[in-house]
């Protein structure tokens, strides 16, 4: 079998007299779209962050292509090849899309120009095209602030961002909670071709159908633990089961 | 499955990117403000010599505008402009005094006047440095930092003069930036003003610290996130304009012939409304310098041409204070627009 | 199932709009930029300014700041006196005492060309350039109230003999205050000669009275408020205060405020300068004890009658100072005809 990309063995997480990790695992493999569920207060959000650097662990071990990571920051996560996209579209609205998608990573001119700090925007246009080509971001205008998109076409281009780089995984935080049905769609359209990139992509949702629908593999969590492992073929019935506790059917031990 | 096309992004102008729709509109209301005195007093607003004046009389305010720009393009703001000013015009002409026999600068060679200028931009630095270090270390709101910074630094030049404005200036710069001239006429002020301008042009639409300036301003917290260091480029943008206001502080004493410490308690405002009128939102991620040229100047030719018109002077603050709401009403119909979603 | 977008129609039409906006707004930008630079190049064309009519029987008088009642019957007497010689006054004012409001209201008077400007200078030093180019452009300049250090521009000054009024109101002062006590003086801005003036001639005259000892000058910057927090900080400093001499409107204001923050309005003598509508009623009432009146309106008149005198080839005086006198809530009334107008 092959080897986890991202995995989380026995994590704990205190915050101050609440345990919100009680020694929980999870993994995701390349090329795979995990869907991350579990009611609120499960500790989804905490097991997140502690695996993209937003948080540290009082306990357990993260391994990353089998080594064990200290992730101490966000930056430092992604530096290691992890991303994360979030909820609240983290994008700047002003910007058009190309500088969104290389904000932070922009590319400078060449020669004396470029050490003097003017960018290069032909070639991040250029690329930008190329890159939400390869990922079917379709966008109506390309050259005005992303604000004026819609809601959904603002996602998929923050979610073309988290690929852009050389990522091995990319969490994906409620990414349609605040979209419309058909701009819900086509995230999910997005998503799915980020995994064809062979790329870790790891979906925290609420949303069972959603779930259902792009997810390969459903792992649930549970008072801090994981309780379930699924395949995509689950029904309804066993997911809620699972998250509620009904279903259990993990070991105790790690 | 959806079909992968291919879509070309096409790529704007350097034009298009520089003006945008909103630059133009007010571009067409100077013209025709412009305009319309000159049909109004043909004999007296048309003229070189109004022009002239009125480049000079406005160079100084479009400095600090073009510092205020990028403040407020990151959303946040600079009340201290004007007593940074008169600070950086009384450390620097005091250094030059000081540097003199007997405590006369009138006859100050061109290197004491270079170690003047030195220190009025340092001095002018040094509070825009206190404001950043407060503003993005210390997350005080720039309203409130500015405001003291304001008090703080006509307090400082007040008690290093006890008052009383400087005396001697070098005549040697008074006849060069205060009043001379370049290439057949173009008073040196105003080539200063505008070397600063295209400066900040070049800075603010063309580098990386221009699109960051705008990125923060945009989404300070996706722009964190994406590995910018928003403090430290803070902290730069109010050091800016705190070296701008020293510079522009130094053009005052060389213009004036002395630091004018009673005086300049409307820049700030008059910053802030030729940067706001330019198209520069209020709330950040959004602005041109083109626009604040345009911007500064209106308020700067209604005035000239309302004196020159003999209209009372009660109506001015009133003509601009209504140009100032539209540009607002306009920029923020213009959000209302862009936000949909 | 993936919702197709939208289809190739659609997108061929979406690219002509954009490329047509493209357009649109390019052009536009183009009119835009050669529309200005047509304006200004035809403000180049013009001529530099000093040749070209001078209008002679035009004068403009250009006070100090607007909205003060000091300068307000300066410009009542000088429109009457220019009405009854036969010109046209216009008044334009700085909303602020600061130089750079008021350099560009010289530079734009100078393009109407006046025969005489009537100019009260906010700087001593720093207005001296503009109003000498409006001397070079062949515009007679008379000063009124304040002046430059520069003697060699204008062609007469006209104003209260300062350092008079100052000695009168310490000699009103000690009157007042029975000759003992410690005296603050409250001057507006620095830099300011005529209020420096005042300052001057007062701090002279209480060497006389040696009963009583002077606390300093205190600066207001022209503000009523700052002016009320010097005279209660004073208070606490210092509770022997016994007379206060407010050397401009601001100061006199500030200080009864002040004085009546504190409570002690009327133990504490004010002598405030200048007969504003609001000082006389103060006078009248009891929050201050006397006032030193100037004679404004007189000097508007001697300035458009040096004016005249200049644009007709006549002799000018090159000073002339104009009366002041001090006034008590006893006499008053009988020196009516001082107190300054808020409106002509």
Not at chain 1, 199 to 217: G, K, Q, T, Y
Not at chain 2, 304 to 317: D, T
Request: with cysteine; charged share 15%; net charge positive.
């Amino acid at each position: 079998m092959p080897s986890a990309v991202l995995e989380a063995e026995g994590l704990t997480k205190r915050y101050g007299g609440v345990e919100a990790l009680r020694g929980a695992n999870f993994q995701v493999f390349a090329g795979e779209v995990v869907a991350l569920i579990g009611d609120n207060g499960a500790g989804k959000s905490t097991l997140v962050k502690c695996l993209s650097g937003a948080e540290q662990p009082d306990g357990g071990r993260i391994l990353l292509d089998g080594q064990v990571v200290r992730m101490t920051s966000p930056i430092e996560a992604r530096r290691l090849g992890v991303e994360t996209v979030y909820q609240d579209l983290a994008v700047a609205p002003d910007l058009d899309p190309a500088a969104n998608l290389f904000l932070g990573r922009e590319l400078f001119r060449h020669g004396i120009a470029g050490r003097l700090g003017m960018l290069d925007r032909k070639a991040m246009k250029s690329q930008a095209a190329e890159h939400f080509a390869r990922l079917g971001v379709v966008l109506p205008r390309a050259d005005v602030p992303i604000g004026t998109l819609s809601g959904g076409q603002r996602q998929t281009v923050a979610v073309a961002r988290s690929v852009m780089w050389a990522s091995k995984v990319v969490f994906m935080d409620e990414p349609t909670a605040a979209l419309g049905v058909v701009q819900r769609e086509r995230v999910l359209d997005v998503i799915r071709r980020v995994r064809d990139q062979g790329i870790a992509v790891v979906l925290i949702s609420h949303n069972m159908p959603e779930v259902l629908s792009v997810a390969d593999r459903i792992e649930v969590l549970r008072l801090g633990k994981r309780v379930a492992r699924l395949a995509s073929d689950a029904t309804l019935e066993q997911l809620v089961g699972a998250m509620t506790g009904a279903l259990n059917t993990e070991d105790d031990a790690a | 499955m959806s079909v992968a096309e291919t879509i070309e992004i096409p790529e704007r102008t350097r034009w298009q990117r520089i003006s945008g729709v909103s630059t133009l509109w007010i571009g067409v209301v100077l013209v025709l403000l412009y305009a319309g005195f000159s049909i109004w007093k043909p004999n007296a607003f048309p003229t070189r010599f109004t022009l002239q004046t009125l480049l000079i009389e406005t160079s100084v305010l479009l400095v600090l505008s073009i510092g205020m720009t990028f403040v407020i393009i990151t959303s946040g703001i600079d009340l201290s402009v004007g007593m940074v000013l008169i600070f950086a015009g009384v450390v620097g002409s005091k250094t030059m005094e000081w540097l003199s026999p007997g405590g006369d600068a009138s006859h100050a060679g061109w290197g004491i006047i270079a170690i003047g200028l030195v220190v009025s931009i340092a001095g002018g630095g040094l509070w825009g440095l206190i404001n950043g270090v407060l503003v993005a270390r210390a997350k005080i709101p720039p309203l409130i930092v500015t405001l003291g910074s304001f008090g703080a630094a006509l307090g400082a030049a007040q008690l290093i003069t006890g008052g009383v404005d400087t005396r001697t200036v070098p005549d040697n710069l008074r006849n060069s930036l205060g009043f001379g001239t370049l290439l057949g006429g173009v008073p040196d002020l105003v080539v200063v003003a505008l070397v600063v301008t295209l400066f900040g042009a070049w800075l603010l639409h063309t580098t990386r610290f221009g699109r960051y300036t705008y990125a923060i301003g945009s989404n300070a917290e996706a722009a964190r996130r994406s590995g910018i260091g928003v403090t430290r480029h803070l902290i730069l943008v109010y050091l800016m304009t705190g070296l701008l206001a020293g510079l522009a502080g130094f053009m005052n004493l060389a213009y004036f012939g002395t630091t004018t410490i009673a005086g300049h308690g409307t820049d700030n405002l008059d910053a802030i409304a030729g940067v706001v009128i330019g198209g520069t939102s209020l709330f950040g991620g959004a602005g041109t310098v083109v626009g604040t040229v345009i911007g500064v100047f209106i308020p700067s030719v209604l005035r000239k041409g309302f004196v020159i018109a003999g209209v009372p002077v009660f109506w001015q603050p009133i003509a601009v204070s209504i140009v100032l709401v539209a540009a607002v009403w306009f920029d923020q119909a213009r959000r209302k627009a862009r936000d949909r979603k | 199932m993936a919702v197709r977008p939208a289809g190739p129609e659609r997108r061929q039409l979406t690219q002509k709009v954009r490329a047509e906006m493209r357009t649109v707004n390019r052009a536009a930008v183009i009119v835009g930029v050669v529309v200005t630079a047509a304006a200004v190049l035809a403000g180049c064309g013009g001529k530099v300014g000093s040749s070209g009519s001078i209008n002679t029987k035009n004068l403009v008088l250009i006070p100090g700041v607007a909205n003060e009642p000091f300068y307000i019957s300066m410009q009542c007497g000088a429109q009457d006196e220019a009405k009854k010689l036969g010109y046209s006054l216009n008044t334009q004012a700085p909303t602020q005492f600061d130089a750079s409001l008021q350099t560009p209201i010289v530079t734009g008077v100078i393009a109407t060309k006046p025969g005489a400007i009537l100019i009260a200078p906010t700087h001593a030093t720093a207005m001296a350039a503009p109003i000498k180019q409006a001397k070079d452009a062949g515009i007679k300049i008379i000063e009124v109230d304040t002046a430059l250090d520069d003697q060699s521009i204008a062609l007469s000054s006209i104003s209260s003999d300062n350092v008079k009024g100052g000695q009168l109101a310490a000699q009103t002062l000690a009157k007042l205050v029975g000759d003992k006590g410690s005296m603050l003086v409250i001057n507006t801005k620095a830099g300011t000669s005529t209020t420096d003036q005042r300052a001057q001639g007062f701090a002279d005259e209480l060497k006389n009275h040696p009963g009583m000892s002077s606390l300093g000058v205190q600066y207001n910057n022209n503000d009523a408020a700052t002016a009320a927090s010097i005279v209660t900080a004073t208070l606490s400093a210092h509770p022997d205060l016994a007379g206060i001499f407010a050397t401009n409107l601001s100061s006199a204001e500030g200080a009864a405020t002040g004085l009546r923050d504190a409570g002690k309005l009327g133990q504490v003598k004010i002598v405030g300068f200048d007969a504003s509508p609001q000082q006389v009623q103060d006078l009248k009432s009891g929050v201050i004890q006397a006032l030193i009146a100037q004679d404004p309106a007189t000097i508007g008149v001697d300035g458009v009658d040096q004016a005249a005198a200049a644009l007709t080839g006549k002799p000018v005086t090159r000073h002339i100072q104009t009366d002041m006198v001090s006034m008590t809530q006893a006499d008053m009334d009988a020196n009516s005809k001082y107190f300054y107008k808020s409106k002509c």
